[in-house]
Antibody
Framework: EVQLLESGGGLVQPGGALRLSCAASGFTFSSYAMNWVRQAPGKGLEWVSAISAAAISTYYSDSVKGRFTISRDNSKNTLYLQMNSLRAEDTAVYYC????????????WGQGTLVTVSS | DIQMTQSPSTLSASVGDRVIITCRASQSISSWLAWYQQKPGKAPKLLIYKASSLESGVPSRFSGSGSGTEFTLTISSLQPDDFATYYCQQYNTYSTFGGGTKVEIK
């Protein structure tokens, strides 16, 4: 059974930093591109970042480019999102999501972790 | 950036109704479109990919159609478990989601 378990969310002040993790199991993690998607409270979904299976390529939305860094450790079956220079508008539930075909659609999602940016 | 516009934003329907949700792209995305269902407090669930391919395990009452800029998600006979919010997503150029359609009980 595919499982994705996010962690690392919490309350952080504007300008602060946070690192999210997503532990994967139930599939060959190193064979699939992975993504982060976020959802602000009461709002819709926003794709944030993607990383290829071998971590050779990374992609970011314009809203986080230069502030967030996606990475992965295939030996630990774990995906990461380093978030720096956080802003109030980054407040959201952050989901990690598996990409079955490397084309940015997502067949499995984690349960999400809440990031709140507030003073 | 490609913008995705869903309509309606809210839809009231009864069990057994045929429901159609529309998604329009600001430019052609070929068939690179997916549909997701999300229930409150839960992660989204993939229903349809490549505009009309049914994800494994998804009931056959869900179907998708369209190409280019106009797409539809159809639920042939609405079931109690289907009351949720539905999102379309383009993945032709990076990824953009529509604003969502909430399907409510009439």
């Amino acid at each position: 059974e595919v499982q994705l378990l996010e962690s690392g969310g919490g309350l952080v002040q504007p300008g602060g930093a946070l690192r999210l993790s997503c532990a994967a199991s139930g599939f060959t993690f190193s064979s699939y591109a992975m993504n982060w998607v976020r959802q602000a409270p009461g709002k819709g979904l926003e794709w944030v970042s993607a990383i290829s299976a071998a971590a050779i390529s990374t992609y970011y939305s314009d809203s986080v480019k230069g502030r967030f860094t996606i990475s992965r450790d295939n030996s630990k079956n774990t995906l990461y999102l380093q978030m720096n220079s956080l802003r109030a508008e980054d407040t959201a539930v952050y989901y990690c999501a598996k990409d079955p075909d490397g084309d940015l659609h997502f067949d499995y999602w984690g349960q999400g972790t809440l990031v709140t940016v507030s003073s | 950036d490609i913008q995705m516009t869903q309509s309606p934003s809210t839809l009231s329907a009864s069990v057994g109704d045929r429901v159609i949700i529309t998604c329009r792209a600001s430019q052609s995305i070929s068939s690179w479109l997916a549909w997701y269902q999300q229930k409150p407090g839960k992660a989204p669930k993939l229903l349809i990919y490549k505009a009309s391919s049914l994800e494994s395990g998804v009931p056959s009452r869900f179907s998708g159609s369209g190409s280019g800029t106009e797409f539809t998600l159809t639920i042939s006979s609405l079931q109690p478990d289907d009351f949720a919010t539905y999102y379309c997503q383009q993945y032709n150029t990076y990824s953009t989601f529509g604003g969502g359609t909430k399907v409510e009980i009439k």
